[in-house]
């Protein structure tokens, strides 16, 4: 599609990972080969690889594209002449902390800033020169990227936006991308960022290796959780403009480069290959749930997983969300349970409240920190509200969270080191402590065993029968008279 044609509703190629291929004018995808003497319309052909050449078929990423100038006639580089301290890639100088973090939702800043400009790095680990790592950023911006589009040889962007709904403008297409949606954006695509609103926050996830894939499902088969056909990749669109003074910036090792040239970078006609940006809504997530009892591991919500080099290793990071759903599981403390974790967590609010936050503290826009180890859970009010104590005998009916509820978490292997920038913001909640200073001892050595613990209540009777409806949509339970078994010929 040319630059000149309407695009209020965009046009996508669904899939995950497998090979793609669009053209903006008939015939511009040359036949039978990448590399022909003389390209269709006269155009370059360029090849973008996102994994080095010689990585197994079923890891290697790569792209054909078919521009009308090539990405090399530029200016040379230089760095960029306006202050970038809050962006980086270097975490030498961050903090560790066995404190819990916790930030209030980070301002729209007043003054003119577009999205890289808005960039502000609140923690990482690794390092981006040896593709090691990851980085966690916020957004707030206010102005689109007007004549200008970056390219980050850092790694993978995946974009989280919170406020105000994202035009991507892309090498390889566009992308409209709302509260509610993610987008990916890989290694070393150039890309430019328009705002629908006027104002826009979020959260980038920047992962220094390798790249998103989808989490191996095991026993839950061969569906459910984040599927294949609702990731969508754009199609070709171009701009054929000549004249202007563009800036192309780079991002190397957390620094900032500038180059001008004279044309739209955003001059791809057509192109093939599996190395895309792509979005996927949230929504359309199919989450898996404990529906009898107990509370799952929240890496049952993971949308997107980052592979360890080494098979069989932690991943380097997963993106975990914690959608609208049901809550059915019974004689269960149904938030998310108190935890101390190996990996590190790092929260935040696309909207709503989050299950296990009363406190008013946790708010879209926020964010919050639990490094290695770090005790984490249920604030005060959370706890005294879930846990029931007035009735533990009668079971719970089926609960919805509520479909205006939204959180998110970027879990990691490795330790991330906070920014001295992101310690002493303003937005620093300094006071999240004392969101569980409340807790008081429950503990009572007299009062024996709880006759009324699972299963026991159940056996009692307490579950409902089959046909029961505690939900206008009929939600049932199947009874504990019912029990079946399969086995597998």
């Given at each position: 599609?040319?630059?000149?044609?309407?695009?209020?509703?965009?046009?996508?190629?669904?899939?995950?990972?497998?090979?793609?291929?669009?053209?903006?004018?008939?015939?511009?995808?040359?036949?039978?080969?990448?590399?022909?003497?003389?390209?269709?319309?006269?155009?370059?052909?360029?090849?973008?690889?996102?994994?080095?050449?010689?990585?197994?078929?079923?890891?290697?990423?790569?792209?054909?594209?078919?521009?009308?100038?090539?990405?090399?006639?530029?200016?040379?580089?230089?760095?960029?002449?306006?202050?970038?301290?809050?962006?980086?890639?270097?975490?030498?100088?961050?903090?560790?902390?066995?404190?819990?973090?916790?930030?209030?939702?980070?301002?729209?800043?007043?003054?003119?800033?577009?999205?890289?400009?808005?960039?502000?790095?609140?923690?990482?680990?690794?390092?981006?020169?040896?593709?090691?790592?990851?980085?966690?950023?916020?957004?707030?911006?206010?102005?689109?990227?007007?004549?200008?589009?970056?390219?980050?040889?850092?790694?993978?962007?995946?974009?989280?936006?919170?406020?105000?709904?994202?035009?991507?403008?892309?090498?390889?297409?566009?992308?409209?991308?709302?509260?509610?949606?993610?987008?990916?954006?890989?290694?070393?695509?150039?890309?430019a960022v328009a705002l629908h609103n006027?104002?826009?926050?979020?959260?980038?996830?920047?992962?220094?290796?390798?790249?998103?894939?989808?989490?191996?499902?095991?026993?839950?088969?061969?569906?459910?959780?984040?599927?294949?056909?609702?990731?969508?990749?754009?199609?070709?669109?171009?701009?054929?403009?000549?004249?202007?003074?563009?800036?192309?910036?780079?991002?190397?090792?957390?620094?900032?480069?500038?180059?001008?040239?004279?044309?739209?970078?955003?001059n791809v006609v057509a192109w093939h290959?599996?190395?895309?940006?792509?979005k996927y809504d949230l929504a359309r997530?199919?989450?898996?749930?404990?529906?009898?009892?107990?509370?799952?591991?929240?890496?049952?919500?993971?949308?997107?997983?980052?592979?360890?080099?080494?098979?069989?290793?932690?991943?380097?990071?997963?993106?975990?969300?914690?959608?609208?759903?049901?809550?059915?599981?019974?004689?269960?403390?149904?938030?998310?349970?108190?935890?101390?974790?190996?990996?590190?967590?790092?929260?935040?609010?696309?909207?709503?409240?989050?299950?296990?936050?009363?406190?008013?503290?946790?708010?879209?826009?926020?964010?919050?920190?639990?490094?290695?180890?770090?005790?984490?859970?249920?604030?005060?009010?959370?706890?005294?509200?879930?846990?029931?104590?007035?009735?533990?005998?009668?079971?719970?009916?089926?609960?919805?969270?509520?479909?205006?509820?939204?959180?998110?978490?970027?879990?990691?292997?490795?330790?991330?080191?906070?920014?001295?920038?992101?310690?002493?913001?303003?937005?620093?909640?300094?006071?999240?402590?004392?969101?569980?200073?409340?807790?008081?001892?429950?503990?009572?050595?007299?009062?024996?065993?709880?006759?009324?613990?699972?299963?026991?209540?159940?056996?009692?009777?307490?579950?409902?029968?089959?046909?029961?409806?505690?939900?206008?949509?009929?939600?049932?339970?199947?009874?504990?008279?019912?029990?079946?078994?399969?086995?597998?010929?």
């Amino acid at each position: 599609m040319a630059a000149t044609a309407a695009s209020t509703q965009l046009k996508y190629q669904s899939g995950f990972g497998n090979e793609f291929s669009s053209e903006a004018l008939p015939g511009a995808l040359p036949e039978g080969q990448n590399n022909p003497k003389i390209c269709p319309y006269g155009l370059y052909a360029e090849q973008l690889s996102g994994t080095h050449f010689t990585a197994p078929r079923v890891a290697n990423r790569r792209s054909w594209l078919y521009r009308i100038r090539p990405s090399v006639t530029h200016e040379p580089f230089h760095p960029v002449n306006f202050p970038n301290e809050s962006l980086t890639a270097d975490f030498a100088a961050g903090t560790v902390t066995p404190n819990q973090l916790r930030w209030r939702p980070f301002p729209i800043p007043p003054e003119p800033v577009d999205w890289v400009r808005g960039l502000f790095t609140l923690c990482g680990a690794g390092r981006a020169s040896t593709k090691e790592g990851f980085a966690i950023h916020v957004y707030a911006a206010n102005q689109s990227m007007d004549n200008s589009a970056l390219a980050n040889a850092d790694g993978d962007f995946l974009i989280v936006p919170q406020q105000g709904a994202l035009r991507l403008k892309t090498e390889l297409g566009l992308l409209d991308v709302a509260p509610g949606e993610i987008a990916v954006i890989p290694r070393g695509v150039r890309f430019a960022v328009a705002l629908h609103n006027g104002a826009a926050r979020g959260y980038v996830l920047e992962v220094f290796q390798g790249h998103f894939a989808l989490p191996d499902l095991g026993p839950i088969g061969a569906n459910g959780l984040a599927n294949p056909r609702d990731f969508l990749h754009p199609v070709a669109w171009y701009e054929n403009v000549e004249g202007l003074s563009y800036s192309v910036l780079h991002k190397l090792e957390g620094h900032l480069f500038v180059a001008a040239q004279s044309f739209s970078p955003f001059n791809v006609v057509a192109w093939h290959g599996n190395y895309v940006p792509y979005k996927y809504d949230l929504a359309r997530f199919c989450p898996m749930n404990a529906v009898s009892f107990d509370h799952p591991d929240p890496s049952i919500f993971t949308v997107l997983t980052v592979p360890s080099y080494t098979p069989g290793a932690p991943p380097a990071a997963d993106f975990v969300i914690f959608p609208p759903r049901w809550l059915v599981a019974e004689h269960t403390f149904r938030p998310p349970y108190y935890h101390r974790n190996c990996a590190s967590e790092f929260m935040g609010l696309i909207k709503g409240q989050y299950e296990a936050k009363q406190d008013g503290g946790f708010l879209p826009g926020g964010a919050s920190l639990h490094l290695c180890m770090t005790p984490h859970g249920p604030d005060t009010a959370t706890f005294e509200r879930a846990a029931g104590r007035a009735d533990l005998a009668a079971a719970e009916g089926p609960a919805h969270l509520g479909h205006e509820t939204l959180a998110f978490m970027f879990e990691t292997t490795a330790i991330p080191r906070i920014t001295p920038a992101a310690l002493s913001c303003p937005c620093v909640d300094r006071d999240y402590y004392k969101c569980w200073v409340g807790l008081k001892s429950h503990f009572d050595p007299t009062s024996g065993p709880n006759a009324t613990s699972y299963p026991k209540a159940q056996e009692a009777g307490a579950a409902k029968a089959i046909g029961s409806t505690a939900a206008a949509d009929g939600t049932a339970y199947l009874g504990s008279g019912s029990l079946g078994t399969m086995q597998s010929s």
